[in-house]
């Protein structure tokens, strides 16, 4: 078809089919470079963190087995016997 057939005026959309085209915006400000980057911080390192997180799981460990000591040596479980048919 090299023709759009006519639409009915009651069968038109209410809305607009195309946006309207925009004005130009402003262009941005040229950026400084110094801006351009923010400065690092200076916090803790990973090392530092995995440290100090293997010393509290350390020291959690230390004060449970000195709170619920175990009251004896573990028993070994009893070997069942075989039956004799």
Not at 6 to 13: E, L, Y
Not at 21 to 49: F, L, M, N, T, Y
Not at 50 to 79: N, T
Request: cysteine-free; hydrophobic content about 30%; aromatic content about 4%.
């Amino acid at each position: 078809m090299t023709q759009t057939p006519p639409v009915p005026p009651a069968n038109t959309s209410p809305y607009p089919i195309q946006e309207p085209p925009h004005p130009p915006s402003p262009p941005a400000p040229p950026q400084k470079p110094e801006e351009e980057w923010a400065e690092p911080r200076r916090g803790w390192s990973v090392g530092r963190i995995v440290g100090a997180a293997a010393g509290v799981g350390a020291i959690a460990i230390g004060v449970a087995a000195v709170l619920f000591p175990r009251d004896g040596k573990p028993q070994p479980q009893a070997k069942k016997k075989k039956r004799k048919n």
